[in-house]
């Protein structure tokens, strides 16, 4: 009899789990995807938001649906894949550059930055050391000036160039590192992609 009773009260128990977790399977609200890749510091459209529906989850932060039109004109802080979900942490201020960054343009020519170089990748941007005059400095036989190492994210790449054979590579850099970067000499600049996290 007590082993008919347990296995009477866990029948129960097992069907209140499963009745527990269908309900909270079927919790699910409306909340904003990027519909297409958008690179960092780029400006959201409403092209590049679609809807989906996602399991409510109080531990992650996801931004409604009826909160679109807030969305747009929204900068994005870090390169987004389509699918995303998008949560309050990844979009920026509407304002562009972020405060404390700029943007520039540079002429790169082939072996000066990789291939398949796109919008939204990081990069170190190594700068040519130069002298008071403006003027590559000059290598020692014995020494070599390193050159200085700039962090930046791509925000446009421009194949067409300047019409003379260069690319022009669109960045987004520390306004602190502009005036270097201003300074470099014609075909002082390379660009090597980094990993996300720098």
Same mark, same amino acid.
């Given at each position: 009899? &007590?082993?008919?009773?347990?296995?009477?009260?866990?029948?129960?128990?097992?069907?209140?789990? @499963?009745?527990?977790?269908?309900?909270? *399977?079927?919790?699910?609200?409306?909340?904003?995807?990027?519909? %297409?890749?958008?690179?960092?510091?780029?400006?959201?459209?409403?092209?590049?938001?679609?809807?989906? $529906?996602?399991? %409510?989850? +109080?531990?992650?932060?996801?931004? +409604? =649906? $009826?909160?679109?039109?807030?969305?747009?004109? %929204?900068?994005?802080?870090?390169?987004?894949? =389509?699918?995303?979900?998008?949560?309050?942490?990844?979009?920026?201020?509407?304002?562009? &550059? &972020?405060?404390?960054?700029? /943007?520039? $343009?540079?002429? !790169?020519? &082939?072996?000066? @930055?990789?291939?398949?170089?796109?919008?939204?990748?990081?990069? =170190?941007? @190594?700068?040519?050391?130069?002298?008071?005059?403006?003027?590559?400095? +000059?290598?020692?036989?014995?020494?070599? /000036?390193?050159? #200085?190492?700039?962090?930046? !994210?791509?925000?446009?790449?421009?194949?067409?160039?300047?019409?003379?054979?260069?690319? !022009?590579? /669109?960045? *987004?850099?520390?306004? #602190?590192?502009?005036?270097?970067?201003?300074?470099?000499?014609?075909?002082?600049?390379?660009?090597?992609? /980094?990993? +996300?996290?720098?």
């Amino acid at each position: 009899m &007590p082993f008919v009773a347990l296995g009477g009260l866990l029948v129960i128990v097992c069907v209140l789990a @499963y009745a527990y977790g269908a309900a909270q *399977l079927g919790d699910r609200v409306q909340v904003l995807a990027v519909a %297409r890749p958008v690179a960092a510091g780029q400006a959201i459209t409403a092209a590049d938001l679609r809807q989906v $529906s996602a399991a %409510r989850d +109080p531990g992650v932060r996801l931004v +409604p =649906a $009826s909160q679109a039109v807030d969305v747009v004109g %929204r900068t994005a802080v870090v390169p987004l894949l =389509a699918g995303t979900l998008l949560t309050p942490e990844v979009l920026g201020d509407a304002a562009f &550059p &972020p405060g404390g960054q700029v /943007t520039a $343009s540079v002429a !790169v020519k &082939p072996g000066q @930055y990789p291939q398949g170089l796109a919008a939204g990748a990081r990069v =170190a941007v @190594y700068v040519s050391a130069v002298r008071d005059g403006g003027q590559p400095a +000059p290598e020692a036989s014995s020494t070599v /000036t390193a050159p #200085a190492r700039l962090s930046a !994210v791509v925000l446009g790449v421009d194949l067409a160039g300047d019409g003379q054979g260069s690319t !022009v590579v /669109t960045l *987004l850099l520390a306004a #602190a590192d502009a005036p270097l970067l201003a300074a470099a000499p014609s075909g002082g600049v390379v660009l090597m992609q /980094t990993s +996300p996290e720098g």
